[in-house]
T-cell receptor, first 112, second 116 residues
């Protein structure tokens, strides 16, 4: 079945640094969604991407839909302590828009 | 504008008991989804419902699990005769549309089920 692999699995960065993470798939996706999950909470939608090559920003966050439709990237600029959490990519599963497949997650930790 | 509501937030059950998890979608949303998350893992799809209809239950275990979304009231995920392996966080999401585009799913805070 479809699988979304995220890298890095975890990262420690200093406050103020920029962060890059990516999500890759063995099959094509028509939509990419990026979520952030804080401990004990549900995922919060950050950015949605719908077209290959699309670049979308949300504040300090920028995400791109890869040209091959098999990958997506998320960048966070000038990280702050509240960026700590787990970032998941997700996309519709098996051609059906309604089921989301989630990636393996990137755990971000920020040191002061 | 209230988001997706789930209750209870935490639920403890003994093996063999029943667990009932409730989800109220965002206002105006008629599509509801349930996902399960084990520690240190991503979310796994379980079931997709619209009012009074189960659209896709391909991720639901064949036994002991059931879901409904009645005409009135919240969606319910029901687990009968719980076992320790059912311990997980269960998340509900809702969306405005279900088409290929602009079907962003918004998640609730989850119910953390612990089976003793």
């Amino acid at each position: 079945g479809q699988q979304l692999n995220q890298s890095p699995q975890s990262m420690f960065i200093q406050e103020g640094e920029d962060v890059s993470m990516n999500c890759t798939s063995s099959s094509i996706f028509n939509t990419w969604l990026w979520y952030k999950q804080d401990p004990g909470e549900g995922p919060v939608l950050l950015i949605a991407l719908y077209k290959a090559g699309e670049l979308t920003s949300n504040g300090r966050l920028t995400a791109q839909f890869g040209i091959t439709r098999k990958d997506s990237f998320l960048n966070i600029s000038a990280s702050i302590p509240s960026d700590v959490g787990i970032y998941f990519c997700a996309g519709p599963k098996g051609g059906t828009a309604s089921k989301l497949t989630f990636g393996t997650g990137t755990r971000l930790q920020v040191t002061l | 504008n209230a988001g997706v509501m789930q209750n209870p937030r935490h639920l403890v059950r003994r093996r063999g008991q029943e667990a009932r998890l409730r989800c109220s979608p965002m206002k105006g949303h008629s599509h509801v989804y349930w996902y399960r998350q084990l520690p240190e893992e991503g979310l796994k799809f379980m079931v997709y419902l619209q009012k009074e209809n189960i659209i896709d239950e391909s991720g639901m275990p064949k036994e002991r699990f059931s879901a409904e979304f009645p005409k009135e009231g919240p969606s319910i995920l029901r687990i009968q005769q719980v076992v320790r392996g059912d311990s997980a966080a269960y998340f509900c999401a809702s969306s405005l549309n279900s088409g290929t585009y602009h079907n962003e799913q918004f998640f609730g805070p989850g119910t953390r089920l612990t089976v003793l």
